[in-house]
């Protein structure tokens, strides 16, 4: 089986920083495109942004310039670096992961979803 775990998530002010990671484990046979996905209430889950296992990035336009999705491939771990953080940031967010198992079989898989809050 395979496993995504996020931490990071909490209460911030407006203007402040947060860190999410979010660490594969398990089966895993190697490691596509890992990205961050979130999901305010009554809205859709949306994409945040997303790194290939090459490194290329890319962002929704609401998060260019103040986050930064980057990966440890040797740890199997991804993050986003949340800057300015603004009031409509705030959702559960929820990483996922390209992964390929021991099967040699590439699934989508999720974690269970971190709470982010930004509030004065």
């Known amino acids: 089986q395979v496993q995504l775990v996020e931490s990071g998530g909490g209460l911030v002010q407006p203007g402040g920083s947060l860190r999410l990671s979010c660490a594969a484990s398990g089966s895993i046979f190697s490691i596509n495109a890992m990205g961050w996905y979130r999901q305010a209430p009554g809205k859709q889950r949306q994409l945040v942004a997303r790194?290939?296992?090459?490194?290329?990035?890319n962002y929704a336009d609401s998060v260019k310039g103040r986050f930064t999705i980057s990966r440890d491939n040797a740890k199997n771990t991804v993050y986003l670096q949340m800057n300015s953080l603004k009031p409509e940031d705030t959702a559960v967010y929820y990483c996922?992961?390209?992964?390929?198992?021991?099967?040699?079989?590439?699934?989508?898989?999720w974690g269970q979803g971190t709470q982010v809050t930004v509030s004065s």
């Open positions: 790194i290939s296992s090459g490194g290329r990035t």
């Open positions: 996922s992961a390209n992964i390929r198992n021991l099967g040699l079989r590439w699934d989508d898989y």
